[in-house]
């Protein structure tokens, strides 16, 4: 018999391997983390927030929040987490929580509550290019905003 002969059976099983292998890889791929900035921004029409830590927002930031009526925004506080598509993440942030879920690709679950209390349930996507803004009233026409875009 001849040495190099390979069996139509164990043949047809390498390019079935290759497929496994390659599936195997790609899941891996799709459960990656996904990075996300979660920033509690504080929106007035004063010239100051009345919080000495607040840190101005960045002006590309500020600019892109022209759709609120307020003239100044300054950062309470920041966080970056990684997400897996598997489970839901909490960030405080101040005297508010987040609670973020992925749900399917770039669509996320978006829980706010403030001072212990649920406030808000919102389902949208969030990409590099589409952040998302949750916005509330707070006391002297003053707001607070939650920014959540992908990083």
């Not at 002969?5 to 290759?18: E, H, K, M, N």
């Not at 919102?122 to 916005?135: G, M, P, Q, R, Y």
Request: with cysteine; glycine share 6%.
């Amino acid at each position: 018999m001849n040495k190099f002969f390979i069996s139509p059976i164990r043949l047809a099983t390498w390019p079935a391997l290759f497929v496994l292998i390659s599936s195997v890889g790609l899941a891996n791929v799709a459960a990656a983390d996904t990075k996300l900035e979660v920033q509690l921004i504080w929106g007035t029409n004063g010239e100051s927030s009345p919080d000495k830590n607040h840190k101005v927002l960045d002006p590309a930031l500020s600019k892109k929040l022209g759709m609120f009526k307020w003239k100044k925004y300054f950062t309470v506080n920041r966080e970056e987490i990684s997400l897996t598509s598997h489970g839901a993440q909490k960030i405080r942030l101040g005297q508010c929580e987040v609670a973020i879920k992925q749900i399917e690709g770039s669509r996320y679950e978006i829980n706010v509550f403030g001072k212990g209390k649920h406030v808000r349930k919102i389902t949208e996507k969030i990409t590099k290019e589409d952040s998302l803004a949750i916005a509330g009233d707070d006391k002297n026409d003053c707001a607070w905003i939650i920014l959540i875009r992908e990083i």
